[in-house]
């Protein structure tokens, strides 16, 4: 038996870079779900991330679990914030909700601490449409770091990165 090393020689689909979206160009409609926790000093970090995506035909739909809860806090970003405030302490419980409420096309999934480039939506709309996917997942990797090079390309997922993760919403 040969240990395959898949990483140090993984597929290679050149056609990705030169691709043009048909899906990008329909401009879809996107629902970003992110729920919280009294996590306000992170929060503000990804919805101004949010704020200079290049793809922009989205709305962000927060479900919102502090105490104390401060509405206020989202009145000075320029998203089309959709806000939901659960009593209920339960992650599984702000996405179902979101996603229930939500009337788009496609669902993006990020949480309160993580930080998103420019464009990451225009990437996961990309990989959907270039694979033929319903779901594309992406990963994570430390501020100020490098993505890892086990981590750098295209393959099927081994787990499901909720906080980094684009579907078709017909998926549910």
Same mark, same amino acid.
């Given at each position: 038996? =040969? ?12 056609? %990705?870079? #030169? /691709? ?9 409609? =996107?629902?970003? +779900? +992110?729920?919280?926790?009294?996590? %306000? ?9 949010? $704020?200079? #995506?290049?793809?922009?035909? /989205? ?5 919102? #679990?502090? $105490? ?5 806090? %989202? @009145? ?11 009593? $209920? ?10 996603? &229930? ?5 496609? +669902? @993006?999934?990020?949480?309160?601490? =993580? ?6 939506? &225009? !990437? ?8 033929? @996917? ?5 990963? /994570? ?5 490098? !993505?890892?090079?086990?981590?750098? %390309? ?19």
């Amino acid at each position: 038996t =040969v240990r395959v090393l898949y990483h140090q020689q993984p597929l290679l689909y050149n056609a %990705y870079k #030169q /691709f043009i979206s048909p899906l990008i160009a329909s401009n879809p409609s =996107v629902s970003i +779900i +992110i729920p919280t926790l009294n996590r %306000y000093e992170y929060l503000k970090d990804v919805l101004k991330d949010l $704020e200079q #995506q290049t793809y922009t035909n /989205f709305e962000v739909i927060v479900v919102d #679990q502090s $105490e104390p809860f401060q509405q206020d806090f %989202y @009145a000075d970003f320029k998203l089309d914030i959709q806000l939901i405030h659960q009593k $209920e302490k339960a992650l599984w419980l702000a996405r179902n909700t979101a996603i &229930e409420i939500s009337k788009n096309e496609y +669902i @993006a999934l990020s949480e309160d601490d =993580v930080r998103v480039p420019a464009d990451w939506m &225009e !990437m996961h709309l990309k990989c959907l449409d270039f694979f033929k @996917a319903d779901i594309s997942a992406g990963v /994570f990797y430390p501020k100020n770091k490098t !993505m890892p090079v086990a981590r750098s %390309y295209f393959q099927y997922a081994t787990q499901f990165a909720t906080g980094n993760a684009m579907l078709s919403k017909k998926v549910f």
